[in-house]
């Protein structure tokens, strides 16, 4: 399996992201924010950084770069998206999933491990894991907290549709306590936290974080049968 | 900017320099921290007269022609779909027609 990871200018996790997908036995494809091309690969990750120096607003400019105009429609058709905290950004500014996130509530850029709730184990990167289990995943970002209208928030809690929530109080402010979300499908995922700092208890809390990005490849080798 | 502007309604010879304010504001339920620091700073300096704050964006566009409504129909459209994001924000237009205001500028400096 062939997964790209997509570095915009201001990116800073694309390296641990790729590290992440090769521990999970899959080829890692760089892809550039400038090039109309996803090269072919069989599954996208939006890494977390600071794309286009979080201009006007986190993952704004970034949504209008030339690979997005590729990577949106391919989206839309099925293709497995992960984005990680800038990367969950930008799929909402891209409108591929709802809402948006929003300031921490008490200003301070949060950097620590959080424990996650892992709420829909259905989708393309939460397929390893079985709902309700408990992951030890950095979180780091000063704009985290997940925002949109009740009547979203209820359609997303009601369709299953909330990835996974932070176990006890948000430590963002994120509405219902939420961390990730996906799409319709369930291939495009966006999650605050970074599953790819936690993929080996050498370098981060846990390898907790490993099974989003082993639960896509099992899955496309199940679909190749 | 003032520079820039003054420069270029004297080079627009006769033409029409229009400029469109764009202010952006978080949406009343959304929760502004920074509005909050801010307001907190407030009550630190003694402006107890303060009792609330909310910070927001302002985005001035300068245009090539009039500010008809075929242009402002354009920046409402821009605005949606870039300088806002209307999941959590709303804005405004405000168009602001520069001509007099550069042309006296150009003349005092």
Same mark, same amino acid.
């Given at each position: ?65 030339? +690979? ?17 905290? $800038? ?8 409108? *591929? ?16 491990? +959080?424990?996650?709730?892992?709420? $829909? ?14 992951? *030890? ?30 176990? %006890? ?57 | 900017?003032?520079?820039? @502007? ?17 202010? +952006? ?13 801010? *307001? ?15 910070? %927001? ?27 806002? $994001? ?5 804005? @405004? ?7 007099? +205001? ?8």
């Amino acid at each position: 399996m062939r997964i790209g990871v997509v570095t915009f200018p201001g990116s800073l996790d694309d390296t641990d992201a790729a590290r992440a997908v090769r521990y999970a036995g899959a080829e890692a494809v760089p892809l550039w924010h400038a090039d109309r091309d996803l090269r072919g690969v069989d599954a996208v990750i939006l890494p977390g950084g600071f794309s286009y120096g979080d201009y006007l607003r986190c993952g704004a400019i970034a949504r209008f770069s030339p +690979v997005m105009a590729e990577l949106v429609p391919a989206a839309k058709a099925g293709l497995p998206v992960l984005g990680i905290c $800038n990367g969950f950004q930008i799929l909402c500014e891209a409108h *591929l999933l709802p809402g948006a996130l929003t300031r921490n509530a008490g200003l301070r850029f949060i950097t620590r491990d +959080v424990r996650l709730t892992v709420a $829909n184990a259905s989708t393309a990167w939460t397929s390893g894991y079985e709902s309700g289990q408990q992951l *030890l995943v950095p979180l780091k970002s000063g704009e985290g907290a997940y925002a949109a209208d009740e009547v979203t928030l209820d359609e997303l809690e009601r369709t299953g549709r909330v990835v996974a929530c932070y176990a %006890g109080a948000a430590p963002n402010g994120a509405a219902r306590g939420i961390a990730g979300i996906c799409d319709e499908a369930g291939t495009v995922v966006g999650l605050m936290p970074h599953p790819e700092h936690a993929i080996d208890p050498l370098t981060g809390p846990s390898a907790d974080g490993l099974g989003f990005f082993t639960s896509v490849v099992t899955a496309f080798a199940g679909a190749r049968g | 900017m003032t520079g820039s @502007s003054t420069i270029y309604a004297l080079f627009a010879l006769g033409g029409y320099v229009a400029r469109v304010i764009v202010d +952006v504001m978080l949406k009343p339920e959304i929760h502004d921290p920074q509005g909050e620091a801010v *307001l907190s700073a407030t009550r630190r300096l003694g402006f107890g007269g303060v009792t609330g704050v909310r910070q %927001g964006k302002r985005f001035e566009l300068e245009l090539d022609g009039p500010a008809d409504s075929a242009a402002l129909a354009a920046i409402e459209e821009l605005a949606r779909e870039l300088l806002a $994001n209307p999941v959590i924000e709303e804005f @405004s237009l405000h168009p602001a027609d520069l001509f007099a +205001v550069s042309l006296s500028w150009g003349v005092a400096g």
